[in-house]
């Protein structure tokens, strides 16, 4: 109960001062938008770095990805010539002279 009270009388007088010293309030709120846009700028800055390396890690990983599917399907194809060529090794082997 005390502190709803307290909050109360914070609030009334926190109100009585901001209609007395709004002139004081808006320089105050005037000397720091300059330095609340430059650190907002600063951090969407750095927001839109971190994003573009998320992306181009992504972007590699994909890469990566297809690039190793490529290899296995390299592999199985030459397992497949490998196969043909005995294959034909053989026939040649069997067929009468």
Do not use: C, H
């Amino acid at each position: 109960m005390s502190l709803l009270i307290g909050g109360i009388i914070s609030a009334i007088f926190g109100l009585v001062s901001l209609i007395f010293f709004w002139p004081d309030f808006m320089t105050i709120l005037k000397g720091s938008l300059p330095l609340f846009l430059l650190l907002g700028g600063a951090l969407a800055v750095y927001v839109g770095l971190d994003e573009m390396q998320e992306k181009n890690r992504e972007e590699r990983r994909r890469q990566e990805e297809k690039l190793e599917k490529a290899r296995e399907e390299l592999e199985q194809v030459k397992a497949q010539a490998e196969k043909y060529k005995e294959e034909l090794d053989k026939l040649k082997d069997t067929r009468p002279q």
